[in-house]
């Protein structure tokens, strides 16, 4: 578990491993990965919920009830409930975000599995998408790749890899802004 402990840090560090740890103990990780990633994509989707997350101004009694509310309406219960509730009564539900990533990691690290982040300017085709999994999968060794891809036609063609700590932007903007510096050094 050292190993484990030393993918995330401070406080948000401190929740996501005791969820690990209490989901590990369950025999549930993977439903606890399941019921995050529904409430995260929640936050993520409703500006309102991500302002209702992340300030201060509401009591503890307020997000509670607010957040069983919720979580009671999209079908999240168990130990994920539990403990969302619970960050939301310790008044840390500003950090849940950092929280479940850092569960995400932890589990990640346990199944052998990186996660990456692709942003393409145009939704890739099936076939595509599996020689990029491919393509990840060698590069990190032969592990599990998670592909994320999000599509953001402001960088035009090529696209941006993240995988874990690494970064590779090959994206037509960015080599177009490469190229007006380089002629603007010249001149």
């Known amino acids: 578990?050292?190993?484990?402990?030393?993918?995330?840090?401070?406080?948000?560090?401190?929740?996501?491993?005791?969820?690990?740890?209490?989901?590990?103990?369950?025999?549930?990780?993977?439903?606890?990965a399941a019921d995050l990633k529904l409430f995260s994509d929640l936050v993520e989707k409703s500006e309102?919920?991500?302002?209702?997350?992340?300030?201060?101004?509401?009591?503890?009694?307020v997000q509670v009830k607010a957040i069983d509310a919720i979580l009671t309406k999209v079908g999240i219960g168990g130990i994920t409930a539990k403990f969302i509730k619970l960050v939301a009564d310790k008044r840390r539900l500003f950090a849940i975000t950092d929280m479940i990533q850092g569960f995400n990691n932890l589990n990640d690290a346990r199944n052998g599995v990186t996660r990456a982040q692709v942003t393409v300017a145009q939704p890739l085709s099936?076939?595509?998408?599996?020689?990029?999994?491919?393509?990840?999968?060698?590069?990190?060794?032969?592990?599990?790749?998670?592909?994320?891809?999000?599509?953001?036609?402001?960088i035009i063609g090529g696209l941006i890899v993240k995988l874990g700590s690494r970064m590779v932007d090959g994206s037509l903007k960015t080599k177009l802004n490469s190229i007006r510096t380089s002629m603007k050094e010249v001149g």
């Open 126 to 154: 099936d076939a595509h998408l599996d020689a990029l999994k491919a393509a990840l999968a060698q590069v990190s060794g032969g592990q599990s790749v998670n592909v994320a891809v999000k599509v953001d036609p402001s």
């Open 1 to 32: 578990m050292a190993k484990e402990e030393t993918i995330v840090s401070g406080m948000a560090a401190r929740y996501a491993s005791a969820l690990f740890a209490l989901a590990l103990e369950n025999h549930s990780t993977d439903q606890v």
């Open 48 to 61: 309102d919920l991500h302002s209702f997350v992340k300030s201060p101004v509401f009591s503890a009694a």
